[in-house]
């Protein structure tokens, strides 16, 4: 199973950019896919998450109304649209996938985890 996040670079503040997420080695129905970021010196943080069959979303305060979160199944690719980008945006953005959330604990509940695609936003 591979989850490969691109799509990352450098940006003015105000600005927009389109992360990417291509999902392989197997079939992610019924799964809950994630970005995570994790800024240099802090922790990792949840932003926004879909669930893969419905589509429904849920967002952190932090990027609600800027972001937006969104799959195309067929393609098995899961999309973040950040727009009115902030330098506290600053950060390495990772896709991640669960089963479920029970454990209400991103480090159990995530299964499966991409490498990361690093954001600047100058200020």
């Known amino acids: 199973v591979q989850l490969q996040a691109f799509g990352g670079g450098l940006v003015q503040a105000g600005g927009y950019l389109r992360l990417s997420c291509a999902a392989s080695g197997r079939t992610f129905t019924n799964f809950i896919m994630a970005w995570f970021r994790q800024a240099p010196g802090k922790e990792r943080e949840f932003i926004a998450r879909i669930t893969w069959n419905l589509g429904t979303t849920y967002y952190s305060d932090s990027v609600k109304g800027r972001f937006t979160i969104s799959r195309d199944s067929a393609a098995n690719m899961v999309y973040l649209q950040m727009n009115s980008l902030k330098f506290e945006d600053t950060a390495v953005y990772y896709c991640?996938?669960?089963?479920?959330?029970?454990?209400?604990?991103?480090?159990?509940?995530?299964?499966?985890w991409g490498q990361g695609t690093m954001v600047t936003v100058s200020s």
């Open positions: 991640a996938a669960a089963r479920t959330l029970r454990y209400d604990d991103p480090n159990k509940d995530y299964i499966y």
